[in-house]
C-alpha cells in the first residue's frame, strides 16, 4: 500500500482568492491522481500529475483553473485559482501501486469557497 | 462519465444484521475497487476483485463480480456501528487509468 498525506485537512477561503493543495506520498509512484467531490456527490477525475511535465486534464478541467505541479515522484500540487463558491468541494489526490493495480487515496481537503 | 451505479443509494440496518450493496457498470473492466469514506474524508481501500475473480473474502467483507451481468456485490456480515460510512465502487478503464466510481451508497448501522 501507499501511505499518502494532504495539506491543508481543510480550509475556508474567500472568493477569487487561490489555494494551494499538497499531496505527499511515502514512496515513489508513477501515476498520481487529483478528483474532486462535489458535496454529496460521487468522485470525479480533475487530471493527471504527470512528473516532469503538464498535467493531463480530463474534459470540463483548465490549465488556468486548475494548475498541477508534479516535481518528483512523491510529491504534487493542485491549485484552485480564483474560486467561487462553486469549488466548495473536497479534493483528493490518490496514486497506484502499479504491483498491485490498486489505488489509494490521500484523507482529502475539504474547501469551502465564501 | 460514471461507470458504476451502486444500489441502493442508502441503506439502515440494526448492529449485527449484513449488509449488501450492489454496483453495476457499463463497459469491460480489468478490475473493480470497493472503497469507504467517513463523513466525507478521505477514501478507504477495501478489496480488489479481478476480472478473472468471481468472489474475493476480507475479513467481514465479501465481494463477487459477475463480469457476464457487469455487476459486483459487496456484504458486509455483523455489522458494526463503526460501519456507517458511503460505500463506493470504482472500475478501471478511465482515459488516464484513472478510475470511474460509481455514486455511493450510505450506510447507516444503528446501535
Known amino acids: 500500500s501507499a501511505v499518502i498525506s494532504q495539506k491543508p485537512s481543510r480550509d475556508i477561503c474567500q472568493r477569487g482568492t487561490s489555494l494551494t493543495i499538497q499531496c505527499q506520498v511515502d514512496s515513489q509512484v508513477t501515476m498520481m491522481f487529483w478528483y474532486r467531490q462535489q458535496p454529496g456527490q460521487s468522485l470525479t477525475l480533475i487530471a493527471t500529475a504527470n512528473q516532469g511535465s503538464e498535467a493531463t486534464y480530463e474534459s470540463g478541467f483548465v490549465i488556468d483553473k486548475f494548475p498541477i505541479s508534479r516535481p518528483n515522484l512523491t510529491f504534487s500540487t493542485l491549485t484552485v485559482s480564483n474560486m467561487s463558491p462553486e469549488d466548495s468541494s473536497i479534493y483528493l489526490c490518490?496514486?497506484?501501486?502499479?504491483?498491485?493495480?490498486?489505488?489509494?487515496f490521500g484523507p482529502g481537503t475539504r474547501l469551502t469557497v465564501l | 462519465s460514471q461507470q458504476g451505479e451502486e444500489d441502493p443509494q442508502a441503506l439502515s440496518i440494526q448492529e449485527g444484521e449484513n449488509a449488501t450493496m450492489n454496483c453495476s457498470y457499463k463497459?469491460?473492466?480489468?478490475?473493480l475497487q470497493w472503497y469507504r469514506q467517513n463523513s466525507g474524508r478521505g477514501l478507504v481501500h477495501l478489496i480488489l476483485?479481478?476480472?478473472?475473480?468471481r468472489e474475493k473474502h476480507s475479513g467481514r467483507l465479501r465481494v463477487t463480480l459477475d463480469t457476464s451481468k457487469k455487476s459486483s456485490s459487496l456484504l458486509i456480515t455483523a455489522s458494526r456501528a463503526a460501519d456507517t460510512a458511503s460505500y463506493f465502487c470504482?472500475?478501471?478503464?478511465?482515459?488516464?487509468?484513472?478510475?470511474?466510481f460509481g455514486k455511493g451508497t450510505k450506510l447507516s448501522v444503528k446501535p
Open positions: 490518490s496514486v497506484e501501486v502499479y504491483s498491485y493495480n490498486e489505488q489509494f
Open positions: 463497459t469491460s473492466i480489468n478490475n
Open positions: 476483485i479481478r476480472s478473472n475473480e
Open positions: 470504482a472500475t478501471d478503464g478511465g482515459s488516464q487509468g484513472n478510475l470511474i
